[in-house]
């Protein structure tokens, strides 16, 4: 992979680089490149990195060949990432845009009939891997997700729901099972670990919440406060579930709840729902 470097104020070609690698730490987006004239293979001397405000410095440029190998149908395609003003540590996010050779640039989270300063922000996610129709998360060291501002992802991020500990980095199994839960509870996908992958929910829909342990962002573990409780969610969905507390009452759910139980009465934790929600708006004392 090359990319350009270039003074965005500045005309002309700019100075081809090679890429040594791209990552993300938590959601700070970095790359590693080398000038052209590098072997690229020493990491103290050669390899150069551009992050936060550098960043809008790099065009990267990819080459995808054709699926039969041939030349007559490659393509190459051109991103650019810059960040967002006003990044905070826990979500950073970033303009990222592409084009096919010299087409037009495509805002990466660009919504159709949203002018330009309303974009959603896009955020990387490191080392996840996250199904786009059922939510499931899976560990894979080669990879990165991208999300954008107002989906699923980058919502639990802000909740403080990052699947890896916020003082290390590190990747950590409890905040991934509820990294995992948040994302179903966001998309109120209760039967999605029973085949119905359906979202019972509408864009704006407000939530209350609580984890077993208070690690989210304005949370706590007292689930007996939320007095309509909704549901405890699992990375596979809602592990019970009280209709008449639903965000959404008029989207009809399907018969039986598909075996999805009421929920305990006081509520409590279980081995699998360390997640919870509730209605915005409290029941009358």
């Keep these: 992979m090359t990319g350009v470097l270039q003074n965005p104020q500045t005309s002309g070609t700019g100075e081809p680089v090679r890429i040594h690698s791209i990552q993300a730490e938590g959601t700070r987006f970095t790359v590693n490149y080398c000038p052209m004239s590098s072997a690229c293979i020493d ?16 065009r990267l440029r990819v080459s995808l060949p054709a699926d039969d190998g041939g030349p007559e149908r490659a393509a190459t395609f051109e991103v650019a990432v810059t960040p967002r003003p006003g990044a905070s540590t826990r979500v950073r996010g970033y303009d990222v845009l592409y084009r096919e050779a010299t087409g037009p640039w495509v805002h990466h989270c660009d919504l159709r009939g949203v002018i330009a300063s309303d974009r959603d922000a896009t955020s990387f996610l490191p080392r996840l891997r996250i199904n786009s129709v059922n ?3 899976e560990p894979v060291p080669t990879w990165t997700t ?5 989906g699923a992802i980058v919502t639990c ?18 905040r991934s099972h509820l990294f995992g839960s948040c994302l179903q509870a966001k998309r109120a996908a209760y039967f999605v670990g029973r085949g119905d992958l359906k979202s019972y929910t509408r864009n704006g829909t407000r939530i209350n ?31 019970c579930l009280n209709p008449e507390n639903r965000r959404v009452p008029d989207i009809a759910l399907p018969a039986g709840m598909l075996g999805v139980p009421p929920c305990a009465r006081p509520p409590t934790w279980t081995p699998t729902g360390k997640l919870a929600t509730g209605t915005f708006t409290p029941a009358p004392d």
């Design 146 to 150: 991208i999300g954008c501002e107002s």
């Design 43 to 58: 990491t103290a001397t050669q390899v150069l990195q551009l992050r936060d405000e550098n960043l809008h410095l790099l």
């Design 209 to 239: 919440k609580r984890d077993q342990f208070g690690l989210g962002r304005n949370a706590n573990n007292q689930v007996e406060e939320l007095r309509t409780l909704e549901a405890l969610w699992s990375p596979q969905g809602a592990v």
């Design 157 to 174: 991020l802000d909740w403080g729901y990052a699947p890896w500990n916020p003082d290390t980095g590190v990747y950590d199994t409890l």
């Design 135 to 137: 939510a499931a998360v």
